[in-house]
């Protein structure tokens, strides 16, 4: 006991030095060595929220076992890091996660890993780079994005048309978003042939996701991760038959340029397809748990449901004729005209999103003129240490306030839900947009009761690839048609030509 105990004390002395006197002041845990990891692994992405809160400084240093991460919770600090775009580089750690996820091929991972760190050459010479630059435009507000989210809307039109029918009855809440949304937002992605339309291949698609993690770790995933690596298979096989039939021609922009740009760069065939359901991971995996608690948490408090009810109302044009009233909801309207209902998604992104914004030191730098970061270290930038500081949100940061951004915050950089800088998410309008057009036909055609009633929210099933907590999948609902006055009721739910778009992150404004 007494040689384990000299060893600890060794091994503790050997991993926190050498330390610069510059750089960011080390936490350490009460027990040495492995106390972060044991903390990381109790209270996963809010440890870092527990660490800021007993030790109040804006950048604190963590030492893990051949690691060393700095995580930062102070806006101007994020402004400063989010400007050393070549010294302190998110797309080195990309290329490491994506082979891994992907499963792809050597030649594809040498093409990946060329020039990621910009240290021979332009950024135009790095697929990454130029990767991350080519999938903005489909996704910016404009003609393109108009053509997804209109699909979209059709998409999630019908799902509501085909609930009503059923009307009153109980669904599974979240089983059902799930659903509805994976098949509106892949097929306005992937077009008339979407390989998700098969209910395989999205089975498939949650159980590859449920197995991300055991592939970025990589240890022995024959084994640790049997069910994933057979689902992805099945998922690369589905899009090999995709791009073979040239299906993408018929497709969104953003799946046309995504095919164009792999293979521009060499890659072959099968490796964009093993790529396609890392892709759909930004599609997917937060889309439909920000609906999920957007529903949760306006259906729960009577008066979030009176006053975002009311907007959509205020914007819903009514035709009377031949006893059929036609109600009719622009939801590009919808963007411009219900800022309580847009404030709602604000604090449910606030209060649910668990993303980590990382980055990997790749030179000595200085942040701010007065902390260094070394080399090789991480930089972590956790969303929920931002959103639960009282100093950017108030006393009432741990409440649930759909008012609250309808004033101006202390800072916009403490609002992290789509990260920020040149890692802000480029899908944030598409995601957006559906979440809203879904919840606002809800919000607009349905009563909703929990069985049994509303449930606490679990936080306790967080993914650390996600943005947003994994919500309830047994939460049982009854729902039925709103009672709107005798005569016959038919909804028609559309988007005008519109550039208009939310302000989600401070780059947005």
Not at 438 to 467: H, N, Y
Request: net charge neutral; glycine share 6%.
């Amino acid at each position: 006991m007494g040689g384990l105990a000299l060893l600890v004390v060794a091994l503790s002395f050997f991993l926190s030095s050498p330390k610069d006197s510059r750089e960011p002041p080390e936490l350490r845990p009460a027990i040495p060595i492995i106390g972060h990891m044991i903390g990381m692994f109790r209270y996963t992405v809010f440890y870092y929220a527990t660490l800021r809160g007993s030790s109040n400084v804006p950048i604190f240093t963590i030492v893990l076992p051949g690691s060393k991460m700095y995580i930062i919770s102070s806006p101007p600090l994020i402004t400063a890091i989010q400007k050393l775009t070549k010294a302190v580089s998110f797309a080195t750690m990309a290329a490491k996660a994506s082979g891994r996820v992907a499963g792809c091929s050597d030649a594809a991972l040498e093409i990946i890993n060329n020039n990621v760190d910009l240290s021979k050459g332009p950024e135009s010479d790095s697929f990454v780079h130029s990767f991350f630059k080519a999938i903005v435009p489909p996704l910016r507000p404009g003609s393109s994005l108009d053509a997804m989210n209109r699909i979209m809307i059709e998409n999630i039109s019908g799902s509501t048309n085909a609930l009503a029918k059923r009307t009153p009855t109980r669904i599974n809440l979240a089983k059902w978003l799930r659903r509805e949304i994976t098949l509106a937002t892949t097929n306005a992605v992937y077009g008339p042939e979407n390989p998700y339309a098969d209910e395989e291949n999205e089975q498939a698609f949650w159980t590859y996701e449920q197995h991300i993690m055991l592939f970025m770790i990589g240890i022995l995933p024959s084994i640790t991760a049997r069910k994933g690596l057979q689902a992805r298979a099945k998922l690369a096989d589905a899009f090999v038959q995709y791009f073979t039939k040239e299906a993408q021609a018929k497709a969104s922009a953003l799946a046309q340029m995504r095919y164009s740009c792999g293979r521009e760069w060499g890659f072959s065939v099968e490796d964009i397809a093993r790529f396609e359901p890392g892709n759909a991971i930004a599609l997917l995996s937060n889309t439909f748990p920000t609906a999920y608690w957007m529903l949760y948490y306006i259906f729960s408090n009577p008066k979030v449901l009176e006053d975002c009810r009311q907007e959509i109302e205020s914007a819903t044009k009514i035709n009377q004729g031949n006893g059929t009233a036609t109600h009719t909801i622009d939801v590009s309207a919808i963007k411009a005209s219900c800022p309580i209902l847009a404030s709602t998604l604000q604090e449910v992104l606030r209060y649910r999103s668990v993303g980590m914004s990382v980055r990997e030191v790749l030179e000595d730098t200085l942040l701010d003129g007065q902390y260094l970061l070394k080399k090789g270290g991480t930089v972590v930038i956790p969303s929920n240490v931002l959103h639960t500081d009282p100093a950017h949100w108030g006393a009432d940061v741990d409440d649930f306030n759909h008012r609250r951004f309808l004033t101006k915050t202390s800072n916009p950089v403490a609002f992290r839900a789509f990260g920020g800088g040149n890692t802000l998410c480029p899908g944030r309008h598409f995601a957006s947009t559906e979440v809203m057009a879904l919840v606002c036909m809800f919000i607009a055609r349905f009563e909703m009761e929990p069985v049994g009633g509303w449930p606490s929210p679990v936080v306790t099933d967080v993914k650390i690839w996600a943005q947003i907590i994994e919500p309830h999948m047994d939460l049982e609902v009854d729902i039925r048609a709103r009672d709107l006055g005798a005569g016959k009721h038919v909804w028609e739910f559309g988007l005008t030509d519109s550039e208009l778009q939310f302000a989600l992150a401070a780059e947005d404004k």
